[in-house]
């Protein structure tokens, strides 16, 4: 297999959290190669989030790109001052005030 079919198939990980003290960003923990391995290493590292006011998330990316550009393929979302995404608060206001 050349090289660069290699690297296309290839797919790294990143683990990171947000929560209030980090305003929303996300703070990659850790990384590496292999996305078995990184879901290996979110089992491991999502019991100490479980209870916690923060999101865990672990992203999926190829290699050569940005890790906050991959998806996220697993995440405890327990962040209880999340911020509305922006799509969702555009539907909301554009609903009328009596629809509540």
Do not use: C
Request: overall charge negative.
């Amino acid at each position: 297999m050349d090289e660069r079919r290699r690297q296309a198939g290839e797919r790294r990980y990143a683990i990171a959290y947000r929560n209030d003290s980090t305003k929303g960003e996300w703070v990659m923990l850790t990384r590496g190669d292999g996305l078995i391995e990184g879901r290996d290493a979110f089992r491991e590292i999502k019991g100490d989030y479980i209870e916690s006011a923060s999101d865990l998330a672990l992203f999926s990316y190829r290699p050569g790109e940005d890790w906050q550009d991959g998806h996220i393929s697993r995440a405890v979302l327990n962040w209880p001052n999340k911020p509305i995404g922006s799509a969702l608060a555009g539907l909301i206001n554009s609903l009328e005030s009596d629809w509540f």
